[in-house]
């Protein structure tokens, strides 16, 4: 664990960070209390999920206008083309265009019985995530993200098969891939050595998954096609109920992570925030990306 990294680190490293829409009041307040101790990191862009089947689109549209109108923070909606025909879909687009959402993350989506179960496309809709980023690119000029899996897909019979799907969706038009989270770094290393072979030249931004319960996020890994390796659940073991520790742990294995593809030479990285802002402000601090204020508090201090 490399604390000794150089403090101007930060000045090379750049952070996205992902929200979900909310749904109640309550969790609306919470998000935008995450959203003001995240802004002074100086995010390169921030992104709003989408709900399956479009369940979330009113919800996704709003938090991504009112993080644009109120903080000025590039924003971008994650948008899937689930249960949809494509003029429904292009609606949409447009819907957002006119609100001057102009930074989309085009998906494919799961289907609407949950993750895992086979996918069917909606008859006359957009099959696949590379279709909906030139659906996108069709309409206007837009920044757009698409998702990439350093472990695959689960659905990709093989590693051909799902870096081709790739390159589909970066032919049609894709600015940058985030991947799902991994917590094995060489796995991601070895992914961006086939992407590159494979003629991809775009960003591949690591997505980072901070462990706010480990429990959670080893039941969503198995669906999600993500591993979790026994050294991570060893770290948690016992800390189910010991919620401080587990924070403390958390906050480590995830600072270990992104340290260490600093030191692989990665620049960009994309935190899932689950709409929680501490361990994400914890791992930022430690890889040099901190408010300014603070830096400036920090220097102070350090000068007197
Ligand atoms: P695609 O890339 O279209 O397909 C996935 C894989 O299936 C391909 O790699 C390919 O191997 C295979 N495949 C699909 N079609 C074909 C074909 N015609 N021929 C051959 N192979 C094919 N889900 C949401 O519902 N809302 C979100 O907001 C959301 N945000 C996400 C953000 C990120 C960064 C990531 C990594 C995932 C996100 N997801 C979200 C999950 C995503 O919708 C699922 O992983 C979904 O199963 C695949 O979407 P995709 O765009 O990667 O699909």
Known sequence: FRFSRRPDIGDKVSVSFEFFPPKTDEMEARLWNTVTRLEPLQPKFVSVTYGAGGSTRERTARTVKRILTETGIPAAAHLTCVGASRDAVNAVIREYDALGIKRFVALRGDPASGVGQAYTPYPGGYENGAELVAGLRAISDFDISVAAYPEKHPESPDFATDIEMLKRKVDNGATRA???????????????????????????????????????????????????????????????????????????????????????????????????????????????????????????????
């Open 178 to 304: 985030i991947t799902q989270f991994f917590f094995d770094n060489d796995i991601y290393e070895r992914y961006v050595e086939r992407v590159r072979r494979a003629g991809i030249y775009i960003p591949i931004v690591p997505g980072i998954q901070p462990v706010h319960n480990f429990r959670q996020v080893a039941n969503f890994s198995s669906r999600a096609g993500a591993h979790v390796p026994a050294w991570l659940a060893e770290r948690f073991e016992g800390l189910n109920d010991d919620p401080q520790t587990h924070a403390l742990v958390a906050s480590a294995v995830a600072a270990e992570q992104v340290m260490d593809l600093v030191e692989r030479g990665v620049s960009d990285f994309h935190f899932y925030t689950m709409n929680r802002a501490d361990l994400v402000v914890a791992i930022c601090h430690m890889i040099g990306i901190r408010a300014h204020d603070a830096t400036a508090a920090a220097e102070g201090f350090a000068a007197a």
